[in-house]
T-cell receptor, first 113, second 114 residues
Framework: GDSVTQMEGPVTLSEEAFLTINCTYT??????LFWYVQYPGEGLQLLLK?????DKGSNKGFEATYRKETTSFHLEKGSVQVSDSAVYFC????????????FGSGTRLLVRP | NAGVTQTPKFQVLKTGQSMTLQCAQD?????MYWYRQDPGMGLRLIYY???????DKGEVPNGYNVSRLNKREFSLRLESAAPSQTSVYFC?????????????FGNGTRLTVT
């Protein structure tokens, strides 16, 4: 079945460092891919998405490119801030007709001043 | 601008007790979901409701029941709580059929079963 694999955390960085969180997926069709972020004590909220191969999703300085050839959707940010400390989840959906989103296990990011 | 509202925020139950988790959304979404979040396991789908009047099992439905009361409300019931159901529960909603629309989540209910 479909699945999402994320790098294990926690990832600890200093402020202004470059961030990469790896995400790879397996899917039978042509899924849409998402990154969600969860701040402490809150629910998940959409960070960015990409719906087809080579699309780049971006938001708040974060970017991720849908790479069909490597089945990857890695999250990157050029310069992290303390306020980016959160748990990040990669997810896929088999198109709008699917009712199910499949989530990775999450990667905790801790940014130190 | 409430979005998805879950109650209660915290709950402690003894093994065998029952309770209902409430969820309501004010975005007129047609689809609603219940997930549980456990350390190292991400989010796992318990049940979902594609539209008012329909419900379907997700990945981990055992020990739970749901009711889609109307378009706004989707409740999750534990009939006889077990320690394995200690988790954080999230309700979410989505407008299905709107071009890969994202899920909108509530802030969660932290449940402990002793």
């Amino acid at each position: 079945g479909d699945s999402v694999t994320q790098m294990e955390g926690p990832v600890t960085l200093s402020e202004e460092a470059f961030l990469t969180i790896n995400c790879t997926y397996t899917a039978t069709g042509y899924p849409s891919l998402f990154w969600y972020v969860q701040y402490p004590g809150e629910g998940l909220q959409l960070l960015l998405k990409a719906t087809k191969a080579d699309d780049k999703g971006s938001n708040k300085g974060f970017e991720a490119t849908y790479r069909k050839e490597t089945t990857s959707f890695h999250l990157e940010k050029g310069s992290v801030q303390v306020s980016d400390s959160a748990v990040y989840f990669c997810a896929l959906s088999e198109g709008d007709s699917s009712y199910k989103l499949i989530f990775g296990s999450g990667t905790r990011l801790l940014v130190r001043p | 601008n409430a979005g998805v509202t879950q109650t209660p925020k915290f709950q402690v139950l003894k093994t065998g007790q029952s309770m209902t988790l409430q969820c309501a959304q004010d975005m007129n979404h047609n689809s609603m979901y219940w997930y549980r979040q456990d350390p190292g396991m991400g989010l796992r789908l318990i049940y979902y409701s594609a539209s008012e009047g329909t419900t379907d099992k997700g990945e981990v439905p055992n020990g739970y029941n749901v009711s889609r009361l109307n378009k706004r409300e989707f409740s999750l019931r534990l009939e006889s709580a077990a320690p394995s159901q200690t988790s954080v529960y999230f309700c979410a909603s989505r407008q299905q059929g709107a071009g890969n629309s994202p899920l909108h989540f509530g802030n969660g209910t932290r449940l402990t079963v002793t």
